[in-house]
């Protein structure tokens, strides 16, 4: 099993930045990819970032391409999302999940582990 916990949310102005970390405990030799997805309040969950745990490479929903950045750590075991101008619609909160089958995993349904979540708002 994998444990996640989530960290970095807050209260932010439209326009600010904040940087959410991930940091996983447990099996994570089994790791393919993190991914970070968030819910905003009467919203489905959505797909925001991944990255492949190996090669590092990365794919974003449109919605934040240009904005967010994910990146990780290996020797830390702790996947980040470098969040900048940050709108309104951005409110929501984010959670970090692990996949142990899918390499390239952009749904919800290919992720095994995930985190509590944490609260980003942003103000207008």
């Known amino acids: 099993q994998v444990q996640l916990v989530e960290s970095g949310g807050g209260l932010v102005q439209a326009g600010g930045s904040l940087r959410l970390s991930c940091a996983a405990s447990?099996?994570?030799?089994?790791?393919?990819?993190m991914g970070w997805f968030r819910q905003a309040p009467g919203k489905e969950r959505e797909f925001v970032a991944r990255?492949?745990?190996?090669?590092?490479?990365?794919s974003y929903a449109d919605s934040v391409k240009g904005r967010f950045t994910i990146s990780r750590d290996n020797a830390k075991n702790t996947v980040y999302l470098q969040m900048n101008s940050l709108k309104p619609e951005d409110t929501a909160v984010y959670y970090c999940?692990?996949?142990?089958?899918?390499?390239?995993?952009?749904?919800?349904?290919?992720?095994?582990?995930w985190g509590q979540g944490t609260q980003v708002t942003v103000s207008s």
């Open positions: 447990g099996r994570t030799f089994r790791t393919k990819a």
């Open positions: 999940a692990a996949s142990f089958g899918v390499y390239i995993a952009t749904s919800q349904t290919q992720y095994d582990y």
């Open positions: 990255i492949s745990w190996s090669v590092g490479s990365t």
